[in-house]
Each structure stands twice: as structure tokens, then as C-alpha cells.
């Protein structure tokens, strides 16, 4: 364990020093300049134009942080051969690619937590209101980029960084996109198509599942069964995707 | 070196024309004849495909530019489109409130075309509103006030308020407001009035609500009392002829068994002119 909170502890300072932290001043300069000007654009209530932006802010630089970091997750340690020397010592290479994974997460997290506190300091200054669920859809945020995230590592696995960066952006529209595919299927004729979408729907990570976005901005109740399953499919289908990457790594030539 | 100053003094010259041109041509202004913003708008299920599980900010962009757009219309133009815009913004975000209260009022201001298609737009986009959000108690009641101030359709008016009165939260001032409107349009029997503002005033919490529903309840059963004893004053006109002064009076002719009294207790009277009975309400308001 000491190994896997050495390497995260290690990977998440190097991601601080590639100035990742600036994307959350990007985020920070964005969301109060559009918070004003959508303020004076529209009618009626600006707060839910302003959680929107907000969240989905979150939501799309939060996904940048770990779709970006996940081209350097392995192929710089292989370049400059600090993967060699690391894997040298009593580490194993489940441990080296785990620490690698939550390095990462802890980066991807630490920007969505920034974030979130711009965002809710934007409520409370624009609006006048502390909005606890803003905390709820963040959370929600995070268990989907830790999602992405261990696609991110299993990507930067099996493939080329460039080519992984393109996977893992793909699985993020997939995700996202899916459940529209599964609908639309429904006006389908053909006998072919729907039995594939199917099972590729069943097979594929639904990052919708995840989104509580409009659920908290139109303060509509959420079960907490339902929180509780999306809890568990988001750890459930994370892990499954590390342990296959950690498969993959532990069979991988690093020669 | 000259050749460099030559290429140089050459693109300034042409971006000088080029932006020249432009800030002439942004002078010259062009009627959108074509609706051309409008010609490219994609269907819902293409913008929610498009943005990637942020729908709610899609619409509240579709709803920003809307704004803007509609407010270079003169009122007598043909608002183009209009229902179509509001209708994708709504199917991207069905809880979007404020979509549906702007999108019925930018429809109701529009002076060209039939108003009857004016307003049936109107009420197909509140009936949308009113199944997405159905805890909304606010939207009915503007929708119910549009209906009533804009439409012109009291009947409209009452049913919408009547979803708003009915509605989790609403307040006393709606339930009160959906009373006295079915109470004009007669919209029920006296009895069931009678039993609905019951409700409101066992309902009321605060004392300026408890009277004010029991000012309403009182009205009711004066509405009651009155076609039960305005006959008994025909009557006795007809065998006396003339109006009694007092309710006494009528007891005394064996009309009636005692003196009639107020639902707050209190005598009626009569009024010697039209020989008709008078209510005196006395609700303390302190």
C-alpha cells in the first residue's frame, strides 16, 4: 500500500507541476465572466443559467485534466526510463499502474473540488443562496471521471498516448450518447441493428447515469436508492477496468 | 530588403481594404427575409445528442438567443418560428419555468397573424409546462393570470387556477383567488362553494388569511340565506303589502320559525328599498 500512496503521492505533484491548476483559473475566469453576461442576457431566473454553465464547466474541464494526463500516465515514465528503475525496486506493477491512477484521480479531484468552490462562491454572490446539491452533482461529476479516468490508464495501457487520448474521449461522448443511440433504435425496422445496439448499450459505460445536473438545478428529489446504484455501478464498473488494465500491464513488453 | 518592405506595405495595403470593406458593409443593414438563424435549427434530439449530458445549459443558450432574437421583431412582423423555438427549448429542459412564462408572452405580444392561433400556441406551450412540471404551483397560477388578463378566457382562467390551488405548497392567496373566481363565473353550486371555503379557512394559518377566507365563506352563505328568505319577503309583501321592517315581524306572521341569523351570528336586516335582505359582515381584522 505504502508503494501505491508513494507513486500517487509522486505522480500528483508532478501533475501540479505541469501547471494543471491553471485550468481551474481558465474555469474560474470563464464562469464569472459568462455568470455576468448571461445575468444581463436573460430573462428570469439567471441562478439556473449559472449552475448550468457552472456544472457543465466543471463537468468539461474536469474531463480535459483527465483525458490529457492520461497521454503522459506511462509513456513518459517509459521515455525517460524512470519506469525502469522504479520497477526495479520492491514495487509491483499493479502497485506502479494503481499509484499512477489515483496520482491522477487525486489531480482530477483537487481541480473539481477548486472548482466547485468558485462555483458555489458564484451562487452565493450572484444569488444570494448556498446551494448544497451544486456539492451532490459534484460528486456525481468525480465518480464519472473516476470512471474515465481508469479508461484513461487502460488506454494509456494498451495503446499509443495519441491514440489513447482519442479512446478516451470516445468513450466519454459513448457514454454520454448511448442512451439517445438506445432510444433512437426503437424506430429501427431492421432486425440487425437493435439485437447489437443492445448488447453494446449493455456492454458500454453510461455516463448519463451520472448526470444529476438538472436534477439539482430544478431541485427535484433524488432517491438515495438511486444514489446508492450509481455509487455502485461508478465503483463497480471503475474497478473492473483497472483490474483489466493492471491485467494488461502486467503481460505488457516494456522493452 | 526592399522585397520584404514591398510584401510588407502589400498586406497592409489589402488588410486595410479587407477591414475597410467589412466596416462598410456591417454599415448596410440587411432584413433577415429568410429567417436564416432559424433556417439551421436542429431538432431536440440532435442538440441533446450534441451536448454530451449538459441539455439544461443547451437550453438556457436556445433560450438566451431567443430572447435576443425575438427583440428585434417589430410586434405587427411575423414572429418566425416562434412555438418551434420554444417548443426545442422545452424539450431540453422540460422544468425550464421561465421558458414557458417568456415563450407565452413573446407569442401573446405578437400582433400579426389570427390570434386564435396566437393563443391556442399559448395554451399548448402552459399545458406542456403544466404535465413537465406538475409540483409547479407557480406556473399554473401565471399561466391561470395570463388566461385571465391576456387570454380573456375566464373559463381557461379558473381551470388553470384550479391546477395551481390544488398544486403541493400553494399558497392561501391562490386557493382564495380560484374561490372567488369560480364564484363569479358560478362555476358551482352554492353548496359546494360553501364546503370549499370551509376548507380554506380550516386550512388558514396565519389570521389576516383565516379572515380573509372566512369574509369569502360568510359571502357564500349570505348567497345560501338569501334564496331561502328573500321569497318569505315577497310573501309577506304580497299579504301585507308592504315590507316588513324587521325580521321579527315576518317570525310573527308565522312565516318563519325565529329571526334569521349570519353565519358570524349576527341578525340580518332588511332593506326597506328594494325589500331584500341585508348582510352586515362584522370580522375583526385586528
Known amino acids: 500500500m505504502r508503494a501505491v500512496a508513494a507513486i500517487a503521492h509522486n505522480t500528483f505533484r508532478e501533475a501540479l507541476r505541469d501547471r494543471v491548476l491553471y485550468l481551474f483559473l481558465g474555469f474560474a475566469v470563464v464562469l464569472l465572466a459568462s455568470s455576468k453576461l448571461f445575468g444581463l442576457l436573460t430573462v428570469g431566473d439567471e441562478g439556473k443559467v449559472i449552475k448550468d454553465l457552472g456544472l457543465a464547466g466543471i463537468q468539461f474541464f474536469t474531463m480535459l485534466i483527465a483525458v490529457m494526463m492520461s497521454v503522459l500516465l506511462i509513456s513518459r515514465e517509459v521515455d525517460s526510463r524512470t519506469i525502469y528503475n522504479i520497477l526495479t525496486k520492491p514495487v509491483r506493477r499493479w502497485q506502479f499502474l494503481i499509484g499512477k491512477y489515483l496520482g491522477l484521480l487525486a489531480t482530477v479531484a483537487l481541480n473539481l473540488a477548486l472548482m466547485t468552490a468558485v462555483l458555489l462562491a458564484v451562487t452565493v454572490v450572484y444569488l444570494g443562496e448556498f446551494d448544497a446539491g451544486l456539492l451532490f452533482a459534484a460528486a456525481m461529476i468525480l465518480l464519472e471521471m473516476a470512471l474515465l479516468t481508469a479508461f484513461a490508464t487502460l488506454f494509456a495501457v494498451l495503446t499509443r498516448p495519441m491514440l489513447g487520448t482519442v479512446f478516451t474521449l470516445a468513450v466519454f461522448v459513448i457514454g454520454h450518447v448511448s442512451e439517445d443511440i438506445w432510444v433512437l433504435t426503437k424506430h429501427v425496422n431492421s432486425g440487425l441493428v437493435r439485437p447489437l445496439v443492445a448488447a453494446l448499450y449493455a456492454v458500454l459505460p453510461n455516463l448519463e447515469r451520472f448526470n444529476f445536473k438538472s436534477e439539482v438545478v430544478h431541485d427535484v428529489g433524488i432517491s438515495s436508492g438511486e444514489v446508492a446504484l450509481t455509487v455502485a455501478y461508478g465503483l463497480a464498473y471503475t474497478a473492473m477496468v483497472l483490474v483489466l488494465a493492471c491485467a494488461r500491464f502486467r503481460a505488457r513488453d516494456l522493452v | ?286
Request: aromatic letters at 10%; one cysteine or more.
Open chain 2, 1 to 286: 530588403m526592399s522585397r520584404r518592405l514591398l510584401t510588407l506595405a502589400a498586406v497592409l495595403a489589402l488588410g486595410s481594404i479587407a477591414v475597410l470593406c467589412g466596416k462598410r458593409l456591417e454599415a448596410i443593414p440587411r432584413a433577415d427575409v429568410l429567417g436564416k438563424q432559424l433556417l439551421y435549427l436542429p431538432t431536440p434530439e440532435i442538440l441533446r445528442l450534441a451536448s454530451l449530458g449538459n441539455q439544461g445549459l443547451m437550453a438556457d443558450l436556445l433560450y438566451v438567443w431567443s430572447i435576443q432574437y425575438y427583440s428585434q421583431f417589430a410586434l405587427d412582423e411575423k414572429f418566425l418560428y416562434l412555438e418551434t423555438v420554444f417548443d426545442l427549448v422545452t424539450d431540453l429542459d422540460p422544468q425550464y419555468f421561465d421558458a414557458y412564462r417568456v415563450g407565452a408572452m413573446i407569442m401573446s405580444l405578437q400582433k400579426y397573424g389570427d390570434p386564435a392561433e396566437h393563443k391556442a400556441a399559448i395554451v399548448r406551450l402552459y399545458d406542456k409546462g403544466l404535465r413537465s412540471i406538475p409540483d409547479s404551483w407557480e406556473l399554473a397560477e401565471v399561466a391561470a393570470w395570463d388566461a385571465h388578463l391576456v387570454l380573456n378566457d375566464r373559463e381557461l382562467a379558473v381551470r388553470w387556477m384550479k391546477m395551481a390551488a390544488e398544486r403541493p405548497g400553494a399558497p392561501p392567496e391562490v386557493k382564495r383567488v380560484y374561490g372567488r373566481w369560480r364564484d363569479d363565473i358560478h362555476g358551482w353550486t352554492i353548496e359546494d362553494s360553501i364546503a370549499y371555503w370551509e376548507e380554506v379557512v380550516a386550512e388558514a394559518k396565519r389570521k389576516p388569511d383565516v379572515n380573509l377566507a372566512t369574509s369569502h365563506l360568510y359571502d357564500s352563505y349570505v348567497t345560501l340565506d338569501r334564496r331561502r328568505l328573500d321569497p318569505l319577503l315577497v310573501q309577506f309583501r304580497q299579504r301585507t303589502g308592504k315590507c316588513p321592517g324587521s325580521w321579527q315581524e315576518v317570525v310573527e306572521r308565522g312565516l318563519l320559525a325565529e329571526a334569521p341569523i349570519d353565519y358570524l351570528g349576527n341578525p340580518y336586516g332588511i332593506d326597506p328599498a328594494s325589500c331584500a335582505l341585508v348582510a352586515r359582515k362584522r370580522i375583526r381584522w385586528d
